[in-house]
């Protein structure tokens, strides 16, 4: 089954810059974030994930403010329901003379220097297994507008899966 939720309420409530106020903007999980200079056009205000069920999906949530500063994050398990989500806080590394992003490294949200002028944090939410009905609810009233068009939604078993790095297998 593919899930397709908005999760402009979570984006509100994610991330909370202490001290000076910085600009947060969003971008798809394959959109490579610089840690300084212009961002990338196709920003937005809300993320929208596509994420079968048992599939992992996450978004670039992006911090620009002043490198240094401390920020932090928590997300409102309330408006996930039974869906589950992690933070990742972006480190970047120096090569070939260029900071590039390297590792997305585990974080509890708790307050953290940024690395540099744009801070990218990932957001991952998990769509467990036993939550095809509730999912499929919240799609249909948040999608359906009475229209032809309004779309469809497919209940797809994901059996397994592994992965690359590692090879570990997931069930």
Known sequence: MLFRFPLTAIVALVLAPAATAGVVTTYPSSQTITPAGALPQGNSATITLNAARGE?????????????RNVSASI????LGS??????????VE????????????????AQPTEGRNQPIYLQVVVPD?????????IMAAARTGEIGDGR???????????????????
């Open 83 to 92: 869906l589950q989500a992690a933070l990742y806080f972006g480190h970047f």
């Open 153 to 171: 939604v497919f209940v797809i078993p994901v059996l397994e899966s592994y992965k690359i790095r590692t090879g570990e297998r997931e069930t």
């Open 56 to 68: 992992r999906e996450g978004a670039w949530i992006v911090d620009t403010g002043i490198q240094g």
């Open 95 to 110: 090569s070939a003379g260029r900071r590039r992003p390297d590792a997305l490294m585990p974080w509890d949200g708790k």
């Open 76 to 79: 409102d398990g309330y408006q």
């Open 130 to 138: 036993n939550v095809v009905e509730d999912v499929i609810e919240a």
